[in-house]
């Protein structure tokens, strides 16, 4: 018995991740051979498949938080049953990471389309918004300055609700020029803006999030803008910047390090 459903987009992603039925994978083929367009597509969202493992394999690798242990999880059994799922759940998505060849081609589209998951692309939307808005400022990139960057964090974290940290990426070639507040619908956010010293500025936006669950990074790119954004304990994060994605990624992969481990050095801590 043939499948003679027409060939959907969920298809194709299937095609990529290498889940169709033998009979399917043959009609997809067929449809393939007879639709250039779709094969090219095809074509470069596989290799972004590959090369998105390749790029993210620093985090599947790394070991499961002891918060997000399943034995820790269950062991704390005086606890609400809707908390203890609710981290059950958080420890399945860290886990599910180690799964990233099967289910990268379905989050991270070529070309800055829109990925499945709608509402994670929220606040990188946001993020680039602010980004495009202050970052080509040359009187007032920044509310507050470097200068007063404890006083800038403080202010920023009581306003957002949580600690939040102005990572230091001078490893990165940027230095801290300062922050703004931001509206996020009915909710603040932080923007810390650092530069190079040669006109090349990025920002790391931050907001309450909703979500209880942590994510893997996201890419996303607009206009020569690209974001990669993550969720962790309750806060979205997002570092935006117009440079090139390998450089981008050093950049958030040294925000997530030092916002995980809560060890930046002294000043840029509350």
């Known amino acids: 018995m043939t499948d003679e459903r027409p060939i959907g987009e969920d298809d194709l992603q299937a095609y990529v991740d290498g889940r169709l039925a033998p009979g399917r994978l043959r009609a997809v083929g067929a449809y393939l051979a007879d639709n250039p367009a779709a094969a090219a597509q095809v074509a470069v969202e596989a290799e972004q498949r590959r090369d998105l493992r390749e790029r993210l394999a620093f985090k599947a690798n790394e070991p499961i938080p002891a918060r997000l242990r399943v034995a820790?999880?269950?062991?704390?059994?005086?606890?609400?049953?809707?908390?203890?799922?609710?981290?059950?759940?958080?420890?399945?998505?860290?886990?599910?990471?180690?799964?990233?060849?099967?289910?990268?081609?379905?989050?991270?589209?070529?070309?800055?389309?829109?990925?499945?998951?709608?509402?994670?692309?929220?606040?990188?939307?946001?993020?680039i918004t602010a980004y495009r808005t202050y970052v080509g400022e040359r009187l007032h990139p920044v509310e507050v300055g470097a200068d007063q960057e404890a006083h800038l964090v403080q202010w920023l974290s009581r306003r957002v609700g949580k600690t939040l940290v102005a990572p230091d990426l001078t490893g990165q070639g940027y230095r801290l020029m300062g922050g703004r507040l931001l509206p996020a619908g009915a909710e603040p956010a932080a923007l810390f803006m650092y530069d190079d010293g040669r006109g090349r500025r990025l920002t790391l936006y931050a907001r309450s999030s909703h979500a209880e669950e942590e994510t893997s990074f996201r890419y996303e790119a607009q206009n020569g803008v690209s974001a990669f954004s993550w969720i962790d304990r309750g806060l979205s994060y997002v570092v935006t910047g117009s440079i090139g994605r390998d450089e981008l990624l050093a950049v958030a992969q040294s925000v997530y390090r030092q916002l995980e481990n809560r060890s930046a050095p002294a000043g840029n801590r509350l």
């Open 72 to 127: 820790n999880i269950m062991a704390q059994g005086n606890r609400p049953s809707r908390f203890r799922w609710g981290a059950v759940a958080a420890a399945l998505a860290w886990l599910a990471l180690g799964l990233a060849a099967g289910t990268l081609g379905g989050l991270w589209l070529a070309g800055g389309l829109p990925m499945r998951q709608a509402a994670a692309g929220t606040a990188a939307d946001d993020a």
